[in-house]
């Protein structure tokens, strides 16, 4: 049985629809999912709702991030402004796996513009199912985070 995470989840308006998506996907093959916001797709600012993903995770209240966007671009370094946190912006399934494999990555930012809903489900399964490789990364991950 594939393993299972707490994650939290978070979008802007922009990223709604398929924060819903990601959501019911996730709930659907097993996860814990913690919805942090928004609740529709009136218009509001990404910092609102990313921020809290990223804490939550930084904490270590969920194992894993999720931050959507028009873009994911935005969502991406406001995560990222977290310090413990490596969001990558994965709009392909390899690179959803370079981020895992390679950056250990925490968070993941998805952009509901530029893939469609059946891509973001197989991007962030592929993240999910993806083990980081450690080796030769751990001491480019200890730069990152100033360790």
């Given at each position: 049985?594939?393993?299972?995470?707490?994650?939290?989840?978070?979008?802007?308006?922009?990223?709604?629809?398929?924060?819903?998506?990601?959501?019911?996907?996730?709930?659907?093959?097993?996860?814990?999912?913690?919805?942090?916001?928004?609740?529709?797709?009136?218009?509001?600012?990404?910092?609102?709702?990313?921020?809290?993903?990223?804490?939550?995770?930084?904490?270590?209240?969920?194992?894993?991030?999720?931050?959507?966007?028009g873009s994911g671009n935005g969502e991406?370094?406001?995560?990222?402004?977290?310090?413990?946190?490596?969001?990558?912006?994965?709009?392909?399934?390899?690179?959803?796996?370079?981020?895992?494999?390679?950056?250990?990555?925490?968070?993941?930012?998805?952009?509901?513009?530029?893939?469609?809903?059946?891509?973001?489900?197989?991007?962030?399964?592929?993240?999910?199912?993806?083990?980081?490789?450690?080796?030769?990364?751990?001491?480019?991950?200890?730069?990152?985070?100033?360790?």
């Amino acid at each position: 049985m594939p393993r299972t995470y707490t994650i939290a989840i978070g979008s802007d308006h922009a990223g709604f629809k398929y924060k819903e998506l990601l959501k019911a996907a996730l709930l659907g093959d097993g996860h814990s999912v913690r919805d942090m916001g928004t609740d529709s797709e009136e218009p509001c600012d990404y910092p609102d709702f990313i921020r809290p993903v990223a804490e939550a995770v930084a904490r270590g209240e969920f194992e894993r991030g999720i931050v959507v966007g028009g873009s994911g671009n935005g969502e991406a370094i406001v995560a990222n402004r977290v310090r413990g946190i490596r969001c990558g912006l994965c709009w392909t399934e390899q690179l959803a796996i370079w981020n895992r494999a390679h950056n250990d990555g925490n968070c993941i930012s998805i952009g509901q513009r530029t893939i469609t809903g059946d891509e973001a489900i197989k991007i962030v399964r592929t993240w999910f199912a993806t083990d980081f490789e450690g080796g030769r990364h751990i001491a480019r991950i200890r730069k990152i985070d100033g360790v």
